[in-house]
């Protein structure tokens, strides 16, 4: 059977939380940072527990004005306290409601340059160092971030985008971009299997490059998020692979 993990970035103030839980295997959690409060943390894990779904932060920057998917200039001091003050208000609400902590996965901005600075992973890991042994860390494939986690001790799952364009280096095409955003359900559905099942994406330029995936991602906030996940899961059911 042909059945991919798929994922989710939720509490990001798009109220479609309800809808998408059934077609998902888990959540990243808005934590406050780019979006997100107490109040719509404890709405999301109510909901990943109600509907069996693992439940994960999704720490960013702290940057609501931009949705953290503006690089920030931080000192080490303040970045490592707002990001473990995000994951401290976010594990109140996992132990309010009795729900693991199942991964951890950067938001915008800070997940594309962990990607790529090695200074910047670092850092990161040692903001979260105190949840090394309990979780998962969601990472890109081939990325600096990921091969720093393996040797510091982390736990990772490789991630990679059904609703993004790919360039050839596996970075995101920049979303001010036409195609940037993929929302064509079949389109979604080519990508991750092309993903899956041949360890490969075609970029923006046609290009075929490996790209390995242990989950997959649909944004919230891409037009029709509920149809497209539906629309996948409908189609894994059908499928005679894997």
């Known amino acids: 059977m042909f059945r991919p993990a798929l994922n989710c970035d939720l509490g990001e103030g798009t109220n479609n939380e309800a809808h998408i839980m059934p077609w998902i295997n888990s959540c990243s959690i808005a934590c406050g940072g780019h979006a997100g409060n107490l109040k719509s943390m404890e709405r999301a894990i109510m909901l990943a527990k109600e509907n069996n779904i693992f439940a994960g932060a999704h720490p960013s920057y702290p940057d609501r004005e931009n949705f953290g998917r503006v690089p920030m200039k931080m000192a080490d001091h303040e970045f490592i306290f707002s990001i473990r003050g995000q994951l401290e208000d976010f594990n109140l609400m996992l132990e309010k409601h009795q729900v693991p902590l199942h991964h951890i996965k950067p938001h915008g901005a800070l997940y ?131």
């Open 112 to 242: 594309n340059q962990i990607a790529i600075d090695l200074q910047a992973s670092y850092r990161f890991l040692e903001a979260i160092e105190n949840y090394k042994s309990i979780c998962f860390l969601y990472v890109p494939f081939g990325s600096i971030i990921a091969e720093v986690a393996i040797k510091q001790g982390f736990s990772i799952k490789y991630e990679a985008f059904g609703d993004r364009c790919y360039m050839d280096d596996l970075s995101l095409m920049p979303r001010n971009r036409p195609g940037a955003v993929i929302q064509d359900k079949q389109q979604v559905y080519d990508q991750i299997f092309n993903i899956y099942t041949k360890g490969r994406v075609i970029t923006n330029t046609g290009n075929k490059v490996e790209l390995r995936a242990d989950t997959f991602c649909i944004h919230s906030d891409t037009a029709d998020a509920f149809m497209i996940l539906k629309f996948l899961q409908e189609q894994f059911q059908k499928s005679e692979f894997g």
